[in-house]
């Protein structure tokens, strides 16, 4: 069984400029979830994506926006880079909606310049 | 609105001793609590878990207590060794579903 991956593991990107980070779940996992880590604090929840469908959303602007697959993949895309979106993106998957263990991923450093 | 929080950002213990690591939350909706464990440069790992319907849980050297009249839930860790020093993040899930609400992180360290 494997676990849950991340890519890339590290980023640099502009201001204004468009990112997409990945994540693969373990199989089987149904439900994926994304947290914002900035430096010092703990993760912060993004959005949660179950068989597709968002199933929930933090206090992110829609610039912030997901997809899920059906071969247990997912995207996080952020737009209009700022400089305060640099962080530790995390997804986190687990078996389903009424599964509360969730299984992180080593996450992506993203650094806005 | 800090709704789960650490009010320890760090702590250090002697390997062999107790730590215990606080966890104050605010939201009565919440009904499951979970502690991770968090390496450098690795994603939080799951430790141990808590329903409401409960006051206590242990997994090996690793027991959590909740005390819901005071939102407060501990993490004992008995005995200390110098591979726990990681930071600990204690998280809580409502009726909304299994989205997670952290706390800020105690960094743990174990010195031999």
């Known amino acids: 069984e494997t676990g849950v991956t991340q890519s890339p593991t590290h980023l640099i990107k502009t201001r204004g400029q468009q990112v997409t980070l990945r994540c693969s779940s373990q199989?089987?996992?149904?439900?994926v979830s994304w947290y914002q880590q900035a430096l010092g604090q703990g993760p912060q929840f993004i959005f949660q994506y179950y068989r597709e469908e968002e199933n929930g959303r933090g206090n992110f602007p829609p610039r912030f926006s997901g997809l899920q697959f059906p071969n247990y993949s997912s995207e996080l895309n952020v737009n209009a880079l700022e400089l305060d979106d640099s962080a530790l993106y995390l997804c986190?998957?687990?078996?389903?909606?009424?599964?509360?263990?969730?299984?992180f991923g080593p996450g992506t450093r993203l650094t806005v310049t | 609105d800090q709704q789960v929080k650490q009010n320890s950002p760090s702590l250090s213990v002697q390997e062999g001793r107790i730590s215990i690591l606080n966890c104050d939350y605010t939201n009565s909706m919440f009904d499951y609590f979970l502690w991770y464990k968090k390496y450098p440069a690795e994603g939080p790992t799951f430790l141990i878990s808590i329903s409401s319907i409960k006051d206590k849980n242990e997994d090996g050297r690793f027991t959590v207590f909740l005390n819901k009249s005071a939102k407060h839930l501990s993490l004992h860790i008995v005995p200390s060794q110098p591979g726990d020093s990681a930071v600990y993040f204690c998280?809580?899930?409502?009726?909304?579903?299994?989205?997670?609400?952290f706390g800020g992180g105690t960094r743990l360290m174990v010195k031999p």
């Open positions: 998280a809580a899930s409502g009726n909304a579903g299994n989205m997670l609400t």
């Open positions: 986190a998957s687990s078996l389903d909606l009424g599964g509360y263990e969730q299984y």
């Open positions: 199989s089987g996992h149904n439900t």
